[in-house]
């Protein structure tokens, strides 16, 4: 284990430590699903964590762009090392196998996040989303947690990032479902909130809340309107093509295994199945 991320769950462990005799026996399915339609190569791999301890369904996806390499290693580094203790978890450390395995951030030239719910019989792309969207409807969440990564648009200078518009360092949230919409702020400022106390961002801009009504497709908007649930995007900055270097990989995964735990310790006292309402 390297030096960033044995800091960063230690820093998780003091912060959002729970009881060890919460504990109980844990329970741990891995399945896969085929889009479909669509070839073996598609094929997408996920896993049901129970805790045995009533808690908050939550999910965690990564890996919707094939080129953001921070969240899909925090998810996978969660399967393997799982360590919450209350509640049920469904991860997606690969939601676009073939995008990651080509280091692209788009699927047969169609973006993932603009598909969302998605369409079994549409393009590549659509039937993907459709396949994450029933999985997840299965699970009946309390949450929904995407990990993803920005590209820079500027220097890293506090003096230019001052008014900047680009999603480094943010959690993005839709403003579109109002039934949610305050226990979505409020999750997403205690995780900044928690994130911004510790060395994870020392010399980088501060992480931000970002919230609109987001575009038509992307999975905080779709889920928090389809499942009724406060859904986020996490992005971390990654490193720009062009030449500019923002933050190490291991750095970017050790914010988002930190966001991930902020946003379920705001939601462990959440005791929901989540049923999808009716008129949603």
Same mark, same amino acid.
């Given at each position: ?19 060890? @005799? ?140 001052? @008014?900047?518009?680009?999603?480094? @360092? ?108 009716? @008129?949603?």
């Amino acid at each position: 284990m390297n030096k960033t991320l044995f800091m960063v769950i230690t820093a998780i462990f003091f912060t959002f430590a729970v009881a060890a @005799n919460e504990r109980a026996e844990l329970i741990h399915i891995r399945h896969t699903v085929v889009p479909n339609g669509l070839c073996d190569k598609h094929k997408i791999s996920y896993h049901i964590f129970d805790t045995g301890v009533p808690g908050p369904g939550i999910v965690i996806i990564a890996g919707v762009h094939g080129n953001e390499p921070a969240g899909q290693r925090a998810a996978q580094h969660i399967v393997d090392n799982f360590d919450f203790t209350k509640g049920r978890f469904l991860i997606v450390p690969q939601s676009n196998p073939v995008a990651t395995v080509a280091n692209t951030r788009e699927v047969d030239g169609e973006n993932l996040n603009r598909m969302f719910p998605g369409n079994q019989t549409g393009n590549t792309a659509q039937r993907i989303a459709a396949a994450i969207t029933e999985v997840i409807r299965s699970f009946s969440p309390c949450a929904i947690i995407d990990l993803h990564e920005a590209r820079l648009s500027r220097t890293n200078d506090a003096d230019s990032w001052a @008014n900047s518009q680009d999603l480094v @360092n943010t959690i993005v949230y839709s403003r579109l479902n109002e039934n949610i919409l305050d226990k979505t702020r409020e999750a997403v400022n205690f995780a900044i909130n928690a994130i911004n106390d510790t060395s994870l961002i020392d010399g980088q801009r501060p992480f931000r809340p970002l919230g609109g009504y987001g575009s038509i497709g992307t999975s905080h908007r779709e889920f928090s309107v389809l499942f009724n649930v406060p859904s986020f995007i996490t992005e971390t900055g990654r490193q720009d093509p062009s030449g500019g270097i923002y933050n190490p990989l291991e750095i970017r995964e050790a914010q988002q295994l930190f966001l991930v735990h902020a946003l379920v310790r705001f939601f462990k006292d959440s005791h929901c199945s989540s049923p999808v309402p009716p @008129n949603l």
